[in-house]
């Protein structure tokens, strides 16, 4: 990709990013797992890139894939295969690749994709767009907003979040334990794990270390040091919750904010370094 916005666009991807006005509906972020670095990806323990994609994948609200290189159509045919990732996926394809019916990429992963949904692929046409053969430097972006716009909107319609946490898929935990985040404010490592085995889920710190990186990649959560403390904090800007979380054997409001003021109050008590952490990431003061 080209980092300039004023340079031509070398893709239909690379386009996509250049549109002055995004066709992805209001208030939704644009997450590419390229911006993470390979650093972080490794110290989070992860063995390759593909894991790190995939985990981050399931808790994106929509994964949208331009397959037109050798890479992406390497990331097509493991999301096709991957049940939950392919129930969120929307691939932008150019004809000459899709209308090949000796292909395995039509026959195959794209196929596959259209069987489960059927606004799961859209075609685009080159000449429709600009792309001149192999140059793509004259690609219309207003065309190519006007052309995806209703694709993502008809793909969004289709999905379905689920409601229940099931233990099984990477994107429910990593919902579970900003979740856990924004309920108790500010939590270690140790105290997250314990959290999760109370609702089934044993993962060991290396998998959490993966979880979290997947968190601070769309901004849901970061871990930072205070003093000699290491604590995991959830976006206090989060207009929603990841998830809801109903405690029993203690006496707590039933009411989300009022639960949530009672245990910064207990932090306040019993662990004011605790306190002035949550209240130094949101932004107040006491």
């Known amino acids: 990709m080209t980092n300039a916005l004023g340079d031509p666009p070398i893709s239909i991807r690379d386009a996509f990013y250049k549109i002055p006005e995004t066709p992805i509906p209001q208030g939704a972020d644009l997450i590419r797992a390229e911006d993470t670095s390979a650093f972080f990806v490794k110290s989070a323990m992860y063995n390759d890139y593909l894991q790190f994609e995939n985990d981050l994948a399931q808790i994106c609200e929509l994964i949208l894939l331009f397959c037109e290189s050798e890479s992406s159509f390497a990331e097509l045919g493991a999301f096709a295969s991957h049940e939950e990732i392919a129930s969120k996926t929307l691939v932008v394809v150019q004809d000459q690749y899709f209308n090949d019916e000796t292909s395995y990429i039509k026959l195959g992963p794209l196929q596959s994709l259209i069987n489960r949904n059927s606004t799961s692929v859209f075609t685009i046409n080159d000449g429709d767009i600009g792309i001149n053969g192999k140059n793509y430097s004259g690609i219309k972006l207003t065309t190519l907003k006007e052309r995806l716009k209703s694709p993502i909107e008809k793909r969004l319609e289709t999905l379905k979040e689920h409601t229940r ?121 006491k």
């Open 165 to 285: 946490l099931n233990v099984a898929r990477e994107g429910h935990i990593i919902k579970m334990i900003v979740g856990f985040l924004q309920e108790f404010g500010a939590l270690s490592r140790d105290e997250i794990l314990l959290s999760l085995q109370h609702v089934g889920i044993n993962i060991d710190n290396d998998r959490l270390s993966g979880y979290l990186l997947c968190a601070a990649a769309v901004g849901w959560a970061k871990e930072a040091r205070k003093g000699d403390r290491v604590f995991c904090f959830a976006n206090p800007k989060a207009q929603n919750d990841a998830a809801q979380i109903s405690l029993s054997g203690v006496q707590l409001p039933k009411n989300v904010k009022r639960r949530r003021a009672v245990i910064r109050d207990y932090w306040d008590e019993h662990d004011n370094d605790r306190f002035r952490s949550i209240a130094e990431y949101d932004g107040i003061a």
